[in-house]
């Protein structure tokens, strides 16, 4: 079982950027882990996610270019560039037992973080 606790969300302008951080209670390697958020009344989208390794990467579509997910021995990152207004959402840091699908799909995901707002203005 692992813990996750996600911070570093906040309100930011169009254009701008945010670093989400997703503390970890076990070491990275140990897990596939991802990055998915839910916006009010809408499904929730996965966003990044990588495999345990670190080597193979997965974004979800309408962030391909602008965020990117790192990673060390015990944090997951999530880098937001070129912020927009449809970027706002409740963010959650995610967590599975391999094997890693790298399919962005939540029920995949047995373990999740309690989320961090992330809201931008136009």
């Known amino acids: 079982q692992v813990q996750l606790v996600e911070s570093g969300g906040g309100s930011v302008q169009a254009g701008g950027s945010l670093r989400l951080s997703c503390a970890t209670s076990?070491?990275?390697?140990?897990?596939?882990l991802a990055w998915f958020r839910q916006a009010p009344g809408k499904e929730r989208e996965g966003v990044a996610g990588?495999?345990?390794?670190?080597?193979t990467s997965a974004y979800g579509s309408s962030v391909k270019g602008r965020f990117a997910i790192s990673r060390d021995s015990r944090n997951v990152y999530l880098q937001m560039n070129s912020l927009k207004p449809e970027d706002t959402a409740m963010y959650y840091c995610?967590?599975?037992?391999?094997?890693?699908?790298?399919?962005?799909?939540?029920?995949?995901?047995?373990?999740w973080g309690q989320g961090t707002q992330v809201t931008v203005s136009s």
């Open positions: 995610a967590a599975r037992i391999p094997p890693c699908t790298m399919t962005l799909r939540g029920p995949e995901y047995e373990y």
């Open positions: 076990s070491f990275t390697y140990k897990y596939c």
């Open positions: 990588f495999d345990t390794t670190g080597g």
